[in-house]
């Protein structure tokens, strides 16, 4: 529904991001419901998208983040292919520059 809403307002996911004050990428994941937001933000962008305040709770709880199905969109395929050709090459790097440990994607703003 935040979509949907997004889109009959007319918004960008930029336009959101810069009224927002946050990233857009990372406001673009909490939409879709692979991130999640505190409820002040949540509240924020119903307001935003003219969604009653009851709604917001669906931005704040922790999502189940990926899915697992078979990948049939043609451009995550290839963001997936991208990290099966260069994903030991990213490591490699990560950790020359930032030690042995886990990168995470999960909180990128």
């Known amino acids: 529904q935040f979509i949907k809403a997004k889109e009959s307002k007319g918004l960008t996911y930029q336009q959101m ?5 946050v990233n857009k990428v990372w406001l673009t994941s909490v939409l879709h419901g692979q991130n999640c937001c505190d409820i002040q933000l949540a509240h924020r962008i119903c307001d935003t998208l003219d969604i009653p305040h009851e709604y917001a709770n669906e931005l704040t709880s922790i999502p189940l983040r990926g899915n697992q199905s078979i990948i049939s969109d043609p451009l995550i395929y290839r963001f997936n292919e991208l990290i099966k050709v260069y994903g030991s090459s990213l490591r ?3 950790q020359e520059e930032f030690g042995d440990g886990i990168m995470s994607a999960i909180d990128c703003k």
Do not use: M, N, V
């Open 17 to 21: 991001a810069r009224l927002l004050s």
């Open 92 to 94: 490699g790097i990560i």
